[in-house]
């Protein structure tokens, strides 16, 4: 199982967008996938229509084992399910620091899914704390949306000194520019800036779109409700970049 973590310290980039569209790509090729909702806000469970069992919470997620299956939900594309947010999941940090070993955590509660799913995307909240530590060593690639405005580039600089703070291996991460405008100079500017230091950089660059906006209103995947649209050929093709590393 590969798994791969969409994660950003920054809001609003288009991180739980991504996480979505490509779990669909990976399942509409036929691999076995599953997508885990980290974030209290739960826009990836919202996404999908789906809402977690009320028995679930951040302590039910942090015990792992064979129960934690129980609480994973189908969605209505094949090959595709999805393990849903909690509100609760505020709470994590504060849990993990009860716990033996709390920075590799995350590894082990998800290493028993390896043998029922080929990939696993980490929709993760946009923050850094002792969680996003254990999804940056638990992950196999870490995929950090971009906008290309000077804050969300600083973000980035800061993301990098806590990885090499946190002895992490840096070639986990790669970057793909999202909310791109081409006609904007800045946006053109600070992605040829950016990639003069920064090797690991996809080639596909997702587009401000409306279409990625009204997601929230169809509730499923851009590529679903506009299979046809820049959004969704962009997705895809970021999606194939992925798969080929």
């Known amino acids: 199982m590969k798994t791969i973590a969409l994660y950003s310290i920054k809001g609003g980039v288009g991180k739980t967008a991504a996480a979505v569209n490509l779990a669909y ?10 997508l885990c909702d980290l974030d209290p806000q739960g826009s990836t469970s919202f996404y999908f229509r789906i809402r977690p069992a009320k028995k679930y919470n951040s302590v039910k997620f942090l015990r792992g084992g064979e129960k934690l299956a129980g609480y994973i939900k189908g969605t209505d594309y094949a090959h595709l399910d999805l393990l849903p947010a ?15 070993k709390p920075r590799k955590k995350f590894g082990k509660i998800l290493s028993p899914f390896d043998r029922e799913y080929e990939y696993l995307f980490l929709d993760c909240p946009p923050n850094i704390t002792l969680a996003s530590e254990n999804v940056f060593r638990a992950a196999d690639l870490i995929c950090v949306p971009l906008i290309p405005t000077t804050l969300s580039l600083l973000a980035f600089e ?15 991460i790669y970057v793909f520019f999202s909310m791109v405008e081409k006609r904007k100079k800045l946006h053109r500017e600070s992605i040829a800036r ?11 660059k997702i587009p401000y779109s409306t279409d990625i906006e009204k997601m929230g209103v169809h509730r499923e995947p851009a590529a679903c409700s506009k299979p046809k ?17």
């Open 25 to 34: 790509f990976a399942a509409q090729e036929g691999f076995q996938t599953l």
């Open 86 to 100: 909690d509100f609760s999941f505020r709470n994590l940090d504060i849990a993990l620091h009860e716990m033996k």
């Open 158 to 172: 800061k993301l990098i000194e806590f990885i090499k703070t946190s002895k992490i291996n840096r070639k986990k």
């Open 194 to 204: 950016f990639k003069e230091n920064n090797p690991r950089v996809f080639l596909t």
């Open 229 to 245: 649209s820049a959004a969704a050929d962009s997705y895809r093709q970021l999606w194939r970049e992925i798969k080929n590393l």
